[in-house]
């Protein structure tokens, strides 16, 4: 089991940048692919983006193409999630997730799940 203490959101103006970061329990985080996701008020929860076990493979949803970088260190048991060019759809919090069995890009409710942490960007 694994558990994960997502940081770094907050209040942001339009255009700004937010480096969220999520660190893990246990010292198998190496095994797990990573992913964050997000939920806006009112919405169901979205992809945002994921990463293999070794950091050499990411996927982005459409919307956060360009904008947003998924990275992790694996000796620091971290993912991180650096958002940039960030705009007022970009509120929601944003959740990350560890999966041993796939790269996790799809919110079915398999892996481990963090608390969440509120990224808000005002207009």
């Known amino acids: 089991q694994v558990q994960l203490v997502e940081s770094g959101g907050g209040l942001v103006q339009t255009g700004g940048s937010l480096r969220l970061s999520c660190a893990a329990s246990?010292?198998?985080?190496?095994?797990?692919?990573m992913g964050w996701f997000r939920q806006a008020p009112g919405k169901e929860r979205e992809f945002v983006a994921a990463?293999?076990?070794?950091?050499?493979?990411?996927y982005y949803a459409d919307s956060v193409k360009g904008r947003f970088t998924i990275s992790r260190d694996n000796a620091k048991s971290t993912v991180y999630l650096q958002m940039n060019s960030l705009k007022p759809e970009d509120t929601a919090v944003y959740y990350c997730?560890?999966?041993?069995?796939?790269?996790?890009?799809?919110?079915?409710?398999?892996?481990?799940w963090g608390q969440g942490t509120h990224v808000t960007v005002s207009s």
């Open positions: 997730v560890a999966d041993g069995m796939k790269i996790p890009r799809v919110a079915d409710g398999g892996g481990y």
């Open positions: 246990g010292r198998t985080f190496s095994t797990y692919a």
């Open positions: 990463i293999n076990r070794s950091g050499g493979t990411k």
